[in-house]
């Protein structure tokens, strides 16, 4: 049978345990986004990011077919077109 020593039977601290995200999305096809997780304690820490840029093709187009579509509504509703 061993002996546990009292360092033995401490309990490790919990460590704390965070995660955050942004997303920012423009109307020209581009976003960028961040992750960020981290776990920190008073014996260790770590932790971990990446971000991302992106473009979508075609979303410029769509949106501009949009916008003409809705001008032209306007327009034909208050008689300016």
Request: positive net charge; proline residues 4%.
């Amino acid at each position: 049978m061993q002996a546990s020593s009292p360092t033995a039977r401490r309990r490790q601290p919990t460590p704390a345990l965070t995660t955050a995200a942004i997303e920012m999305k423009w109307m020209n096809g581009w976003s960028a986004s961040a992750t960020f997780e981290g776990e920190f304690s008073n014996v260790t820490s770590s932790y971990a990011g990446k971000g991302v840029i992106r473009y979508q093709w075609g979303c410029l187009h769509v949106w501009h077919e949009r916008s003409k579509r809705a001008r032209s509504t306007n327009s034909d509703i208050d008689g300016s077109g």
